[in-house]
Every structure is written in structure tokens, then in C-alpha cells.
């Protein structure tokens, strides 16, 4: 498919009629999903919404009640979801969660290869279990250069929230010593065995399993669903000013 001789319609050829071949190509992709046939009904809901559960970790941001829904599986590791995160995900809370367009929902793909990312989606569970996603997910990718070196990120998790609820972050965390699970590839692989799973393993789990059944092709993997219909998976880093163009067009529909 050659998407660079793909036309823009409207006001997507003009906005991006003077860019670069490669701008417009990602352009061009995501103006294609709006004709993409819907995914599967247990894709599209599937570990997506807030689990009834109370102990279960809250990993979104926004209402669920938004017209758009971005479900975003990332690595805390991986430098492409930093990215992702710094430059794209940061301004769709802060323009489009905020105004309640946006409903943008976390799942944990940490890979085999990044030796600590799955201990790193440990701290983000157990700090999503006492409401402090956001300062986790936040602190671990400002940080990820630092930590990932060393595995070290519970400091980091410290300094992002108050004591007290850092304290029952790390009763969560407490004798959580073994492995922490991983995705070993970017198909249906065995994950890694947790032979004695911290608390929050199993919700990891559920993340890793869902990413499987999409599939997820490489992090950040994203899936955009617009009044029930979800497009297929985007897997790269889309610039915000491309998302941007995109949710804008969505919403005029």
C-alpha cells in the first residue's frame, strides 16, 4: 500500500499539503482507519473498563463516558513509550481527558527484553491500587534512564506521592522478590512464570493476554474505539498533532 498517494480529505490535505512524504503517510493511516472494519467485540471491551473489583488497579484517566476511547499498551521501559507518553500522551490529558473527549486507558506490555519493566508495571499496579496512577506512570518514564539501568525505581515511586500512600504502596509490594510476569514476544508466547506473584501480578497477566489477542506488534501499541467502534491497532509513535487532526475529525462526525 502506498500511502503517500493516498489523498487527505478536506482539511487534512490542506493542513498537512506541505509536509514531509513521512508526516503525511501517518496522516494518511489514520484518516484510513475511520474505513476499517470494526475488531471483535471481546477486543473492543476486554479489560478496558474499571474492574468491579475494589482491590483492582484503576489504570485510566478521564470518564468512561467520553465519545473516544484510547486504549494504549505500553513497556515502562521501552524509549518509544516515553516518547510516546512525553510527547503525544501528556497533551491528550491535558486537552482532550480534561474536556472529557478522551477517555485514555493504560495496559502493561512489558517485555522480556527490557530487564525491569515488569517490576516497573509492579509499582504502577500497586500505585494504581491506591490511586496514585498518574504519579507512578509519570515518575517511571521521566525517570526510565535512571531506574532502568538499575532496577531501582521505587525511589523514584516514593518521590512522586505522599508518604502515607507510598507506605501502603509498598505493603502491596512487600515479598514481591520474584520475577514479575513479561511478555517473552509480540505473539501468543508463554509469559514469564511467577512462581510466588506479588498481589497485582494477575492484573498484569490480564494486560499481557489482551495484548496477545489483539495482537500487539511492538510498544506503544494504541487502539482508538469512537462510539463503540473500535479502528485497528496503531503501532508506532504518532505525533500529536497527527492524533490531534484525528480526534478533531472524529468528534465533528
Known amino acids: 500500500m502506498k500511502m503517500t498517494s493516498r489523498k487527505l480529505p478536506g482539511n487534512l490535505n ?14 494518511v493511516l ?19 473498563e474499571k474492574p468491579a473489583t475494589p482491590s483492582a488497579p484503576y489504570k485510566a484517566y478521564g470518564t468512561t463516558s467520553a465519545p473516544i476511547k484510547m486504549d494504549v499498551f505500553a513497556d515502562y521501559q521501552c524509549p518509544h513509550c516515553r516518547e ?13 481527558v480534561a474536556d ?41 518514564y521521566d525517570n526510565q534512564d535512571s531506574w532502568g539501568a538499575d532496577g531501582n525505581i521505587g525511589k523514584f515511586i516514593a518521590a512522586a506521592m505522599p508518604a502515607s500512600d ?25 509469559m514469564t512464570k511467577v512462581d510466588h506473584p506479588c498481589p497485582v501480578d494477575p492484573y498484569i497477566v490480564q494486560d499481557i493476554e489482551l495484548g496477545y489477542r489483539l495482537p500487539v506488534p511492538s510498544t506503544p501499541t494504541f487502539v482508538i474505539t469512537y462510539k463503540g467502534h473500535a479502528f485497528q491497532p ?7 498533532p497527527i492524533l490531534k487532526e484525528f480526534f478533531d475529525n472524529l468528534l465533528r462526525q
Request: charge should be positive; charged fraction near 15%.
Open 166 to 190: 507510598f507506605k501502603r504502596v509498598q505493603a502491596i509490594m512487600k515479598g514481591s522478590s520474584m520475577p514479575a510476569p513479561q511478555a517473552q514476544g509480540y505473539s501468543a508466547d508463554p
Open 234 to 240: 496503531v503501532s508506532y509513535s504518532v505525533s500529536w
Open 84 to 96: 510516546f507518553y512525553d510527547t503525544t500522551l501528556r497533551q491528550v490529558i491535558q486537552f482532550y
Open 30 to 48: 489514520l484518516v484510513a482507519l475511520l474505513a476499517t472494519a470494526a475488531l471483535p467485540a471481546e477486543t473492543q471491551s476486554a479489560g478496558t
Open 14 to 27: 490542506s493542513r498537512f499539503a506541505g509536509r514531509g512524504p513521512f508526516t503525511r503517510a501517518l496522516a
Open 100 to 140: 472529557g473527549k478522551v477517555y485514555l486507558v493504560h495496559h502493561d506490555f512489558p517485555l522480556q527484553m527490557h530487564r525491569h519493566s515488569g517490576e516497573a508495571a509492579r509499582w504502577a499496579n500497586a500505585c494504581a491500587n491506591v490511586g496514585q496512577f498518574e504519579a507512578a506512570e509519570t515518575a517511571s
